[in-house]
Structure formats: structure tokens, C-alpha cells
């Protein structure tokens, strides 16, 4: 974690950067829900601007940063090592932009499922920048790794910093919102998944399905108080994701019968999250899932200490 670290890649030291000799690096990549998202309108470049309240979980991958004399990306979760990975296109462009080549080797431990609305992929590429920039001893500001993080996808701009905060324009213009008090969360992933999910999803949406962003506006306003349940966010895929995911609707109807709230989808889904208020409450939904093939995660939201969405340590 960062607070137990002893020395850091690309510290300033006497006015310029210097690459500590280490072994390897190590980086939590956190993943994130939406609290709201809402879709404003279709663009002339194909993407959709949209206003969301993003918010990081303690549900993490873990990536190795380790010495190599080529790019290589080696996942525990069959079918997503190699070039494939967006951690591996997050190497390259961070490579090209400072122009090195990529020479590294990254082992990514996933805990988050993947394609399932909680960011997986976007916090292993986020970490993955941040990781390289302290690994190559490059020193890159902030600002400019979030302009690298765009190029590679729409929540990688986020999950640089994480924490709590509002998304604009395509979901990657960032403005930090107060930090809420840790909640306890009950992630719901339905087994479905669907080739090219982002897209089809975005495809799939109604007139109905738009809305002006004044929720998302009025609820970021509204954070510093800290309380807040799902019942209160919104988000527009809910209900094409009900249609388009198989088994989505028995899984969520099941829940959404033994919560005191509404049950809320996060990203593109098909993940969605509760807040139970009590333990019996978190046993009923945990019940609830029996025999449907979803898995459950009880998470807390996070704000990574520093505002670091990946947070590393150097051994
Ligand atoms: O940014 P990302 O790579 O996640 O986007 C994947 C696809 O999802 C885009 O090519 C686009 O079709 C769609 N999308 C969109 N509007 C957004 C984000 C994504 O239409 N704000």
C-alpha cells in the first residue's frame, strides 16, 4: 500500500527524477461502480456524452511490474494475456508517447470479474500507466498520463486517480467530487457476458433512455452530506441491460425483492450493487442469488490514500 512504501520510482530527488534500482513493483488497480450514469445525447465523433458519478470499491487486481527486455503481459485469467490486454496497449502508448520502447513484464492478478460493468480492464490500464511512469522513471505529470489514459477508453481517466468523482463528455473529463464516508456495497455479477458489450449497449439505448444530466448534477451537489443508497443514483442502461443480458432480470428481480432500495447497475452492467442496511438484510440477498450462477462481493468504497486510484509498492 502506499503508506508502507520506502522508496518510490520517480521521486524528485534534487530537482530531477531518478529511477530507484528495485526489483519489482507492485499496484492495486481498484475497481469502480457508477453511482449515476446518465447518457445526454449521441455525438458527432460516434461517442455519447454522458454525466456519471464514478466511485472506487476495494474490489482490486494486482499487477507485478517486473524487469524485461521486452513487453509482456501474463494473466492469471485465461484468455487475457498478451497483446489483447488493455494493460498491454496502455504499455505501448505510454512507450510511444515518451518514445522508449516498452520493456517490461507485467503479471496482472485479476479479482475483478472482466466486462462486467466494474471497470477491470480500464483500472489495469490506469495502474499499468502509473506504474510504468514510476517503473521507466519517466515523471509524467498527472495531467498528461490522463491524456494517454483517453486514448486507451472512456473510464481509464478515472481510475488513474479514483475515488469519487464526476465524468463528462464521453465519461473522461474528470472533476474530483468530496470523498464519501466508506459504505458498505453488495456487488451482484450475473454470469451473462456479450461480444463487443460497450457499443451494443450504446446502440441499444431509447429516446426514453436519455436524460439532461440534472440528477447527476444535483446529487454530486448534494455528496458532501454522505449519505446516499442506490435508490438515489440512476443509471440509463438498466433497462436495454435487462433485455439484452439473458439472465439479468431473474437475478436482479430476486434482489431487488429482498432489499429495502433498488438495486443499481453499474457501467454497461450486467454487475449491479445494493447497499443492504443490515446483515440480515446482506444473508436475504445472498440467498436470494442461490442456484443462479451470480457471484457476490461484499465491498467498501474507497478513496485511495493521495488520490492514487492505483496504488503501488516498490520491493
Ligand atoms: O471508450 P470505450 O473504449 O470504452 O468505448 C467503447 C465504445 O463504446 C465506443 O467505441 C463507443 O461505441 C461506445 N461509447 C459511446 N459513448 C461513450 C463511451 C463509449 O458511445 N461515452
New binding site residues.
Given amino acids: 500500500m502506499a503508506g508502507g512504501n520506502t522508496a518510490v520510482a520517480g521521486d524528485v530527488v534534487a530537482g530531477r527524477y531518478q529511477t530507484v534500482a528495485c526489483e519489482r513493483l507492485t499496484l492495486k488497480a481498484y475497481a469502480k461502480v457508477n453511482l449515476t450514469l446518465e447518457v445526454l445525447g449521441k455525438r458527432d465523433d ?3 456524452n ?1 454525466a456519471t458519478i464514478l466511485q472506487t470499491v476495494d474490489l482490486a487486481d494486482t499487477l507485478e511490474i517486473n524487469h524485461a527486455d521486452e513487453l509482456a503481459v501474463e494473466c492469471d485469467e485465461p484468455g487475457l494475456s498478451g497483446d489483447r490486454n488493455l494493460a498491454w496497449k496502455a504499455a505501448e502508448a505510454l512507450a510511444e508517447r515518451v518514445g522508449i520502447s516498452p520493456r517490461a513484464h507485467i503479471r496482472i492478478e485479476k479479482k475483478i470479474p472482466a466486462a462486467a460493468g466494474l471497470g477491470g480492464g480500464s483500472a489495469d490500464a490506469a495502474a499499468t500507466l502509473v506504474g510504468l511512469n514510476r517503473w521507466w522513471g519517466l515523471g509524467r505529470s498527472r495531467e498528461e498520463l490522463a491524456d494517454v489514459a483517453a486514448g486507451l ?3 481509464v481517466p478515472f481510475l488513474l486517480t479514483g475515488g469519487t468523482a464526476l465524468g463528462s463528455g ?2 473522461d473529463e474528470i472533476s474530483p467530487l468530496p470523498a464519501l464516508p466508506a459504505m458498505d456495497m453488495l456487488l451482484v455479477v450475473p454470469e451473462d457476458r456479450i461480444d463487443a458489450k ?2 451494443t449497449m ?1 446502440r441499444a439505448l431509447k429516446p426514453e433512455d436519455f436524460s439532461d444530466g440534472a440528477r447527476t448534477q444535483a446529487i454530486s451537489r448534494g455528496l458532501g452530506s454522505g449519505t446516499l443508497t442506490s435508490a438515489g443514483g440512476c443509471n440509463a442502461f438498466e433497462r436495454a441491460a435487462r433485455e439484452i443480458f439473458p439472465g439479468l432480470a431473474r437475478v436482479w428481480d430476486r434482489v431487488a425483492g429482498v432489499t429495502q432500495h433498488p438495486p443499481r447497475l453499474s457501467g454497461a452492467g450486467p454487475a449491479f450493487y445494493c447497499m443492504p442496511s443490515s446483515e440480515s438484510e446482506r444473508i436475504r440477498v445472498a440467498e436470494s442469488l442461490q442456484g443462479t450462477g451470480a457471484a457476490a462481493y461484499l465491498v467498501q468504497t474507497i478513496s485511495p490514500a493521495g488520490g492514487d486510484g492505483a496504488q503501488s509498492q516498490i520491493q
Avoid: C, E, F
Fill in positions: 460516434g461517442y455519447h454522458v477508453g472512456s473510464d464521453r465519461g460497450t457499443p450504446y
